[in-house]
């Protein structure tokens, strides 16, 4: 089945704990990205990958870190974590570049973070 | 900066009434406009995908409409039912390597 995975699905971490959620598709998506969905606020971009080795800033990358070292993984690192990066986030993968084609975006499942 | 707004925040209408939801985006200069479905504790499903040089796409019931001069487009979706119940949001690209800016979503209720 053509899906996007993320882990885990909810965590619960303290502030300053190192963590990472990783994204993983199989459908050989060169595109890949991350959201984070904030009540009233609705999805922000934190990170996109072009392809492998290949990534850039979305609007709201502060304190979030990202690789792109094989074509289906893209995890999201947060080195120092704060109290305000509680939020839902969501990883997407589309075949080719979003802007470029008529390429749509399979979302992942979601991963509510909540940070003490 | 791209701005996405989307209103109204939320709409209720009885089942059998066409839905019209709103979009709105501050810079013309985009790639394409996603319309997106979210149900709740889910992630988002795309529904429709227009082009920047297209004014129109079509599935099923769904409809959306593009007008970049105005910085506009409305998803209109026929004869709702209360399966259409959800989110819904609009995002546009905002550069050729996929920046995507999106609005905070219209909440929808179908009513039986």
């Known amino acids: 089945e053509a899906q996007v995975t993320q882990n885990p699905r909810y965590l619960i971490t303290v502030t300053g704990k190192k963590l990472t959620v990783t994204c993983s598709q199989n459908?050989?998506?060169?595109?890949m990205s991350w959201y984070r969905q904030d009540p009233g606020l609705g999805l922000r971009q934190i990170y996109y990958s072009m392809n492998v080795e290949v990534t850039d800033k979305g609007d709201v990358p502060e304190g979030y870190k990202v690789s792109r070292k094989e074509k289906r993984n893209f995890p999201l690192i947060l080195e120092s974590p704060s109290p305000n990066q509680t939020s839902l986030y969501f990883c997407?993968?589309?075949?080719?570049?979003?802007?470029?084609?008529?390429?749509?975006?399979?979302f992942g499942p979601g991963t509510r973070l909540l940070v003490l | 900066k791209q701005e996405v707004t989307q209103i109204p925040a939320a709409l209720s209408v009885p089942e059998g009434e066409n839905l019209v939801l709103n979009c709105s985006f501050t810079d013309s200069a985009i790639y394409n406009l996603q319309w997106f479905r979210q149900d709740p504790g889910k992630g988002l499903t795309s529904l429709l995908l227009?082009?920047?040089?297209?004014r129109e796409q079509t599935s099923g019931r769904l409809n959306a409409s593009l007008d970049k001069s105005s910085g506009r487009s409305t998803l209109y979706i026929a004869a709702s039912q209360p399966g259409d119940s959800a989110t819904y949001l609009c995002?546009?690209?905002?550069?050729?390597?996929?920046?995507?800016?999106f609005g905070a979503g219209t909440q929808v209720v179908v009513t039986p």
């Open positions: 227009i082009q920047s040089s297209q």
């Open positions: 995002a546009v690209t905002t550069d050729s390597w996929g920046k995507f800016q």
């Open positions: 997407a993968s589309s075949l080719g570049l979003a802007g470029a084609g008529q390429e749509t975006q399979y």
């Open positions: 459908m050989n998506h060169e595109y």
